[in-house]
């Protein structure tokens, strides 16, 4: 649970194994100083009409080991990985404006966050290919927020809490799939428009702090119809050939579909969303080719659940069900849009990035609406320690320094919370600890204009209303500029908490307790994003700021990799425990139980841990692979004297009701490690023939 997070950071800290987290990296440390938008002109001069862009998009998997692991998003010890659902992908997308010789790539990546550390290695890797053509202010990396990912991809100790420290295995996986899918992306680059379609979508999400939101002016909320944006901006990409690029598109909802007790990989609503998108337009995820590619990004999703239901009840029988009703919703939503999509992207690309200490920020009073105010050194509150309502922890939320309900606010209110952190009852201060802070505090902030469309991209979870304020702010100076469609991109390029009103603040509820730079937080964003965009409507450029720290040097880790993997004598790797049946009908499942490796050996990144065959005349032919929806890899500890060593692989493949009549049968791959010499080597078992009628 959390409240033992606190004590385990120590003991990882303390007893880690070093464990480098820059293993890969093609060009040593990512340098530092290059200042946003060189040789600038105001927003808009030398590409006012243009409608022709260089567009291209590229996918590639960033799968990390299925078990063996901690998942990131719920922080719960007890949810380690054993087993995939769906591959987790990485979607990239390169726009360059021939018009002003500028270009951006976006990326929507199914993890839980973009750590800091993850940017610096991808742009790291990125110069090394292609010199300055890629830097920290052009690449814009987010995340979909997936809470059934495995973790250990921070260097900082905070979010490594759940791994027991860090994993090189899948910080590097991330990374050099990041990477490949931004080089598809390049080299996929050709002649095109940009598109865009915009349409509400109810009944997909939910605000799960409504009293928080009720804090905030009646004014205000007066001026929108919901308590969270059901707003999609969608942005289609199509070659001048025909050639359907791919979408990304815009929609603020949690990806908590799947809960806390799941144990498989799975990009959850938005990666399910994803999958249908790009299986009804035939993507091929291991074809160098040309693909089209859907990304589902995330935005001001802070407050936003997809359980519409209330509490973790996303109106399935179960989580995958409900994983389904939200992704499909999505799916079919953006499926219109993008039919609908006529409005053409105006302009050129342009953008602005900077670095800002935020725990050291002076927010003047045209930010703060009183006197000036200034931020505060990372920290967590009580209600952190609750979870929200799709993630429920210990305690409550609601626990304030304003109404000491219980022992514990009131001994934290009294001892360890600072007048900067106002009405947040301290638990943990981060941005205290030494030698290094256990959250980031130097963050990255960026402003992408492509066209008519500003990205506004935040390394924070921003509340519904905190969005909103927001994207106001940059309107209000890029309008004048031409700019139409302002979009939050959320969870991008770092990671450090979430963001509240002031007034969410005060009521402490989990998203106002894991704001850790304090109350004033949203007017700083406010506050330097606005100088942001006066500098892209200027045609101005913008002082870096300080250098993040690079801590891949720095990393601990508690747990070993694979010692060896074992079986009974009788029997070899890949074999049959237990078998299918000799025959099937449509709608029913095929379980079959494999001996098995550890899957840490080889997550098998653009592979497979399954294939689902069926018989043509002489040879088999593929039809579902661990990727796929109706496919599950399970992987579990399998005991057999004398070590405790050995393991099983179960599949499951819930058969289409479209699925063709035939021979079939089920085949596993993994890798194996002998306990002799050390080597990984594979394996390959299948099962019976068995007939679906």
């Known amino acids: 649970m959390r409240s033992s997070l606190i004590q385990l950071a120590v003991l990882v800290l303390a007893l880690g194994l070093t464990a480098s987290g820059c293993r890969g990296s093609r060009s040593g440390q990512e340098e530092g100083g290059a200042t946003g938008g060189r040789d600038e002109q105001a927003l808009g001069a030398s590409c006012a009409g243009q409608q022709s862009f260089l567009i291209g998009s590229g996918v590639y998997d960033i799968t990390g080991p299925a078990a063996g692991v901690g998942m990131l998003g719920y922080v719960e010890l007890e949810q380690q990985a054993a087993g995939i659902h769906q591959r987790l992908r990485s979607r990239a997308f390169v726009i360059a404006s021939p018009c002003n010789g500028k270009r951006v790539v976006f990326v929507s990546a199914d993890l839980g966050m973009v750590f800091q550390s993850v940017k610096q290695q991808v742009v790291a890797r990125l110069r090394a290919a292609y010199g300055e053509l890629y830097s920290e202010d052009n690449v814009l990396l987010s995340a979909t927020h997936t809470h059934s990912g495995p973790g250990g991809f921070s260097h900082y100790a905070l979010y490594n809490l759940s791994t027991f420290g860090f994993e090189p295995k899948n910080f590097e996986i991330i990374v050099e799939g990041i990477y490949q899918s931004i080089v598809?992306?390049?080299?996929?680059l050709g002649s095109g428009r940009l598109f865009l379609a915009a349409g509400e979508l109810l009944g997909a999400s939910l605000n799960r702090s409504p009293e928080a939101y009720l804090l905030n002016p009646p004014e205000e909320r007066a001026r929108y119809a919901h308590d969270t944006d059901k707003r999609m901006t969608l942005l289609r990409l199509t070659k001048d050939s025909g050639v359907e690029v791919g979408l990304i598109n815009w929609f603020a909802v949690h990806t908590t579909s799947m809960g806390m007790e799941n144990r498989l990989i799975s990009g959850d609503n938005k990666g399910y969303a994803s999958y249908l998108f790009e299986k009804a337009k035939g993507t091929r995820y291991n074809d160098t080719g040309d693909t089209f590619v859907a990304a589902f990004a995330q935005s001001n999703e802070g407050d936003v659940t997809p359980n519409i239901h209330g509490g973790t009840d996303g109106g399935g029988r179960d989580d995958f069900e409900s994983t389904q009703l939200s992704g499909r919703k999505q799916y079919e939503h953006a499926a219109f849009l993008y039919a609908s999509a006529t409005t053409p992207l105006t302009g050129g690309v342009d953008y602005r990035h900077l670095y800002v200490k935020l725990d050291e920020v002076t927010v003047s009073p045209a930010f703060t609406g009183g006197p000036e105010q200034r931020t505060c050194p990372a920290a967590i509150g009580l209600s952190m320690l609750a979870g929200a309502e799709d993630g429920p922890g210990v305690g409550h939320e609601g626990a304030t320094c304003a109404a000491m309900h219980d022992v514990w606010s009131a001994f934290t209110c009294t001892t360890t919370t600072t007048p900067c952190q106002a009405e947040k009852p301290i638990v943990l201060e981060m941005g205290s600890m030494k030698p290094f802070p256990w959250s980031p505090e130097v963050l990255p902030l960026q402003l992408v204009t492509v066209g008519n469309l500003a990205l506004v991209a935040v390394p924070f979870e921003l509340t519904t209303m905190a969005g909103r304020r927001l994207r106001e702010t940059v309107r209000a100076q890029l309008a004048p500029a031409g700019v139409t469609e302002v979009v939050i991109a959320g969870l991008a390029n770092a990671y450090s908490g979430y963001v509240a009103t002031r007034e969410e603040y005060a009521r402490q509820?989990?998203?106002?307790?894991?704001?850790?730079?304090?109350?004033?937080?949203?007017?700083a964003l406010q506050q330097e994003f606005d100088k942001l965009a006066r500098s892209l409507r200027e045609g101005s450029s913008v002082l870096p700021g300080p250098e993040p720290r690079d801590?891949?040097?720095?990393?601990?880790?508690?747990?070993?990799?694979?010692?060896?993997?074992?079986?009974p004598l009788w029997v070899g790797f890949g074999d049959v425990?237990?078998?299918?049946?000799?025959?099937?009908?449509?709608?029913?499942t095929v379980r079959v139980t494999f001996w098995s490796g550890h899957p840490k050996n080889n997550p098998r990144p653009q592979g497979t841990f399954l294939r689902v065959q069926r018989r043509a005349g002489l040879v088999w032919k593929d039809v579902a692979y661990d990727w796929d929806w109706e496919t599950k890899y399970q992987w579990r500890r399998g005991y057999c004297l004398p070590t405790l060593a050995c393991s099983h692989a179960l599949i499951e493949w819930a058969i289409p009701p479209d699925a063709a009549p035939g021979t079939y049968r089920i085949v596993h791959e993994g890798d194996w490690k002998s306990g002799w010499d050390g080597r990984v080597r594979p394996f390959r078992g299948t099962s019976r023939s068995f007939t679906v009628e």
């Open 184 to 188: 598809r992306a390049h080299e996929h």
């Open 509 to 523: 509820e989990y998203e106002g307790a894991s704001t850790h730079f304090g109350p004033w937080t949203l007017a």
């Open 551 to 567: 801590l891949c040097q720095q990393q601990s880790r508690l747990r070993p990799g694979v010692v060896f993997d074992d079986k």
């Open 577 to 588: 425990y237990a078998d299918a049946r000799p025959s099937y009908k449509r709608g029913e």
